[in-house]
């Protein structure tokens, strides 16, 4: 007869291992992405990598389990089991990084990838969505792209979502300003996990009633918001149209100037000893000459738009480093695509290549992301795109892409 007792310890040890076995199956179920295909062979590509000066001819670029295994000009047969794609002299490059956004939904973010962008620095949506679909394509759901959040703008008078958001706040629904204040914000959404921090050095121009021109906060609160951000390895971007709030931001360490209408020579001289990168965003300044505007953003982007133009060409002569952004949701209304800032660079003096980088190499450069991707080259990421025709020839052939892979798969195909 077998012991009572003991049959109760067999019973108890054998729940025990069961609950132990189901809950390590599901935590790999929760863990796993999707994975990515074996391998996939680009041939007969004409590969911008967004590092060289030249394009590399008749190409093969091999895609092992999501990441690119080597770009090769003399390539011998594929593997049996590869998925082989001819690309018959079309034009293969990175994924483009557009270096500010404001994607706000799924649908939104799917429209981002198929223009051609597998990166994306979000500059400001509310309640975090962005850090859920940063998540959502950590976990293998490549139709998205990649996802850098800034969070909540910190700004005099802050969004109605960031008290909806950190209740905890409550004391500076008048308005946010000084030292402390700053830092606790900016703790807050360090917290929360976003990639960085957004401040807007100066206000705003896209509102009637703003002043582009006006400095928001002092240098020692700009100081603030970089400290407490450098003690969690995150860089600051600042937002900035005036000239002496764009100065107190590069003082503060700020990692990039977005927008930069007013920037003067002494300024632009500051950026480039202290390595500041510039985000011009000119198509989406130009945007307030439509008539839909209203006469009063009519008016100001007359006089806006030709000194940002004057401001990124200083900053081109200098060797200040530019980023591409479209400073765009990419929602319905959306009309406009990071090529059309590619091409306002080139207006500006920026060759086709060095505006392909902005949008690739260097921009992945400024995000602390080189060792992952923005190039064609051994070892990174395959975020990959093919344009039918040279962009060197005309930055607009970017406007139709007709391959988009997402580390290392295929998410949107329209080849023929």
């Known amino acids: 007869m077998f012991p009572r007792f003991l049959l109760v310890i067999v019973l108890l040890l054998s729940l025990m291992s069961l609950g132990v076995t189901s809950a390590r199956h599901v935590l790999a179920t929760k863990q796993t992405p999707q994975t990515a295909a074996e391998m996939l062979v680009l041939t007969h590509a004409n590969v911008i990598d967004g590092v060289s000066a030249q394009p590399l001819r008749d190409a093969t670029v091999i895609v092992r389990a999501g990441r690119i295994e080597s770009v090769l000009t003399n390539a011998t047969a594929a593997p049996a089991n590869a998925t082989v794609i001819d690309l018959q002299g079309r034009w293969l490059l990175p994924g483009l990084i557009d270096a500010h956004t404001h994607i706000a939904d799924l649908a939104a973010a799917r429209a981002a990838l198929a223009s051609g962008v597998t990166t994306a620095r979000n500059m400001g949506v509310p309640h975090f969505v962005d850090i859920g679909m940063r998540q959502l394509h950590r976990n293998g759901h490549t139709d998205l792209p990649e996802m850098l959040s800034a969070g909540y703008h910190l700004y005099p008078q802050p969004a109605e979502g ?34 960085f921090i957004k401040v807007n050095a100066t206000d705003r121009a896209g509102q009637p009633h703003s002043d582009p021109r006006k400095q928001l906060f002092s240098e020692a609160e700009l100081t603030a918001i970089v400290e407490e951000a450098r003690r969690s390895n995150i860089f600051v971007a600042a937002h900035a149209h005036g ?29 480039k000893r202290r390595g500041t990168y510039l985000t011009p965003t000119i198509a989406t300044m130009a945007e307030m000459l439509e008539p839909r505007n209203g006469a009063t953003l009519q008016l100001r982007g007359k006089h806006m738009v030709p000194r940002l133009r004057e401001a990124t060409a200083q900053a081109q002569r200098k060797g200040v480093k530019l980023l591409a952004g479209t400073d765009t949701d990419y929602g319905e209304t959306s009309n406009f695509r990071l090529a059309h800032e590619l091409m306002e660079l080139q207006s500006s003096g920026v060759t086709p290549m060095a505006a392909l980088q902005a949008a690739t190499s260097v921009a992945a450069e400024c995000f602390g992301l080189a060792q992952r991707t923005g190039a064609i080259k051994a070892g990174l990421e395959a975020d990959l795109i093919v344009v039918e025709r040279s962009p060197l020839e005309h930055l607009g052939n970017l406007q139709e892409v007709l391959l988009v892979i997402n580390n290392g798969r295929i998410a949107v195909n329209r080849l023929r």
């Open 162 to 195: 960031l008290f909806l958001d950190f209740p905890q706040f409550h004391d500076l629904l008048a308005g946010l300003s000084g030292v402390e204040n700053l830092r606790r914000v900016t703790r807050a959404q360090l917290e929360r996990g976003v990639d």
């Open 243 to 271: 000239d002496e709030g764009a100065l107190a931001a590069v003082r503060a360490g700020v990692r990039s100037i977005e927008h930069g209408t007013y920037l003067s020579e002494a300024t632009l001289d500051e950026m």
